[in-house]
């Protein structure tokens, strides 16, 4: 008999989701007012250089573009109040020590409590914390080691960093450990805090990310809760494009005037991810599926990562092969905005509840690199 016709077997699932949400919450309204704020001084100080044409003056924003080309209406935030005065438009936070916990460790360690909590498992019993996230807070020791210690895990953990699609990622990787029987619990922890990364002085992206926290427990089918999700297959891309990009950190210093002070945040070509991304997304998804026998019509539920509403529109159309219902293909964007790889497990922290034994639904995660990841989950009971 085979590892994989032997029932006892590690079956890797989902055991539990935990969810951190920050409480400060901005706005299109409060961003857009801070923007065209910052927008009207920056022109009025530039106002020779821009009258003699050696400067383009600064265009405002508007909150209607934004919610008819994102879907987004607000986001949440670690630290609101320096994000959108217009003399700063930064994020700004209390200095922490090397001994005190990191604030992206603090979320993920929040989020992490919960899915724990709700699983019923003590954290003596995880074997492994996988920090799978786009927005590092630093290069090393790794955050994973710092959530480790702080829950009191033993065992290993490591950061990884697959931009948008790194929780699911994530997710394969903690399968692949529990099938090898090299793990029984893995918590897959994504502390996104988007704010650090962007670029709240450009007009184009300024509106796109929001930060949050959260944590997938993946668990030998022996020792989960009998209510489960059993992963029934995954599949991961990637395939190199320069169209989404941040190049922090010193190693990528030029002279602003070769490359451009921006790029150490994040940059995209909106308009070509677009383009390039939902066809690559949808077709794996719709691959995947056949090699596991899944009729992409007949799945109950998609879990989309939440980037943008109309690429999740088109992704969740071609999959399931018409437009999708909000219960088909849930939103969490509008007042979460884009939180990078955390935004389907957010999607799927909130609405699975309702699911019966039986039901299959997709995880689906896509973004810089590019990448893609994709997860087949069926509720146990
Ligand atoms: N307010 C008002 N107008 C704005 C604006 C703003 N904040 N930002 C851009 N515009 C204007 C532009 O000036 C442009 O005007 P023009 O047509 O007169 O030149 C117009 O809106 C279209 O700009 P564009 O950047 O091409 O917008 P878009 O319709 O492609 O939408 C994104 C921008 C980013 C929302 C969209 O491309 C997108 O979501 N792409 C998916 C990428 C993504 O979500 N990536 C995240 C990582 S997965």
Same mark, same amino acid.
């Given at each position: 008999?085979?590892?994989?016709?032997?029932?006892?077997?590690?079956?890797?699932?989902?055991?539990?989701? +935990?969810?951190?949400?920050?409480? &400060?919450?901005?706005? /299109?309204?409060?961003?857009?007012?801070?923007?065209?704020?910052?927008?009207?001084?920056? /022109?009025?100080?530039?106002?020779?250089?821009?009258?003699?044409?050696?400067?383009?003056?600064?265009? $405002?924003?508007?909150?209607?573009?934004?919610? =008819?080309?994102? +879907?987004? =209406?607000?986001? %949440?935030?670690?630290?609101?109040?320096?994000?959108?005065?217009?003399?700063?438009?930064?994020?700004? %936070?209390?200095?922490?020590?090397?001994?005190?916990?990191?604030?992206?460790?603090?979320?993920?360690?929040?989020?992490?409590?919960?899915?724990?909590?709700?699983?019923?498992?003590?954290?003596?019993?995880? &074997?492994?914390?996988?920090?799978?996230?786009?927005?590092?807070?630093? $290069?090393? $020791?790794?955050?994973?080691?710092?959530?480790?210690?702080?829950?009191?895990?033993?065992?290993?953990?490591?950061?990884?960093?697959?931009?948008?699609?790194?929780?699911?990622?994530?997710?394969?990787?903690?399968?692949?450990?529990?099938?090898?029987?090299?793990?029984?619990?893995?918590?897959?922890?994504?502390?996104?805090? #988007?704010?650090?990364?962007?670029?709240?002085?450009?007009?184009?992206?300024?509106?796109?990310?929001?930060?949050?926290?959260?944590?997938?427990?993946?668990?030998?089918?022996?020792?989960?809760?009998?209510? %489960?999700?059993?992963?029934?297959?995954?599949?991961? =891309? #990637?395939?190199?494009?320069?169209?989404?990009?941040? /190049?922090?950190?010193?190693?990528?210093?030029?002279?602003?005037? #070769?490359?451009?002070?921006?790029?150490?945040?994040?940059?995209?070509?909106?308009? =070509?991810?677009?383009?390039?991304?939902? $066809?690559?997304?949808?077709?794996?998804?719709?691959?995947?599926?056949?090699?596991?026998?899944?009729?992409?019509?007949?799945?109950?539920?998609?879990?989309? %990562?939440?980037?943008?509403?109309?690429?999740?529109?088109?992704?969740?159309?071609?999959?399931? +092969?018409?437009?999708?219902?909000?219960?088909?293909?849930?939103?969490?964007?509008?007042?979460?905005? /884009?939180?990078?790889?955390?935004?389907?497990?957010?999607?799927?922290?909130?609405?699975?509840?309702?699911?019966?034994?039986?039901?299959?639904?997709?995880?689906?995660?896509?973004?810089?690199?590019?990448?893609?990841?994709?997860?087949?989950?069926?509720?146990?009971?």
């Amino acid at each position: 008999m085979s590892a994989h016709e032997n029932s006892t077997a590690p079956k890797p699932v989902i055991s539990a989701t +935990g969810l951190f949400t920050p409480e &400060d919450s901005i706005s /299109n309204r409060e961003l857009v007012d801070s923007f065209n704020a910052f927008v009207e001084r920056h /022109n009025a100080a530039h106002a020779d250089a821009i009258a003699a044409g050696e400067m383009e003056a600064l265009t $405002p924003s508007s909150v209607e573009f934004i919610e =008819k080309a994102s +879907g987004i =209406k607000s986001r %949440h935030v670690m630290n609101k109040a320096p994000l959108i005065d217009p003399e700063i438009m930064e994020p700004r %936070h209390e200095p922490r020590g090397n001994d005190e916990l990191s604030l992206m460790a603090e979320i993920g360690v929040a989020a992490a409590r919960e899915a724990l909590e709700k699983a019923g498992r003590d954290p003596a019993d995880v &074997d492994a914390v996988l920090c799978a996230a786009s927005n590092m807070q630093r $290069p090393y $020791p790794a955050m994973a080691i710092e959530i480790q210690q702080a829950l009191g895990i033993d065992g290993f953990a490591f950061d990884m960093n697959v931009a948008c699609s790194s929780a699911t990622f994530g997710i394969q990787t903690a399968a692949d450990y529990v099938r090898a029987g090299h793990a029984k619990s893995v918590l897959v922890v994504s502390p996104e805090i #988007t704010s650090g990364h962007l670029n709240w002085r450009d007009r184009d992206s300024h509106f796109i990310f929001g930060d949050v926290a959260t944590a997938v427990l993946v668990e030998d089918a022996s020792i989960a809760p009998p209510a %489960h999700w059993e992963i029934l297959g995954t599949r991961l =891309k #990637t395939v190199f494009s320069n169209n989404i990009r941040n /190049n922090f950190g010193f190693l990528n210093r030029a002279e602003p005037e #070769t490359i451009g002070s921006d790029d150490k945040l994040f940059v995209q070509e909106g308009r =070509k991810v677009f383009k390039e991304v939902v $066809p690559m997304v949808a077709e794996m998804i719709v691959t995947e599926a056949q090699r596991l026998s899944i009729d992409p019509a007949r799945l109950r539920r998609l879990w989309l %990562h939440q980037a943008n509403a109309g690429m999740n529109r088109l992704i969740a159309q071609r999959v399931l +092969g018409q437009e999708a219902s909000e219960d088909e293909s849930p939103t969490v964007l509008d007042t979460y905005g /884009n939180t990078s790889s955390a935004g389907s497990i957010i999607a799927f922290h909130l609405n699975h509840e309702d699911l019966e034994a039986g039901d299959t639904g997709l995880i689906c995660s896509f973004g810089a690199g590019y990448s893609a990841g994709a997860v087949f989950v069926r509720r146990s009971a």
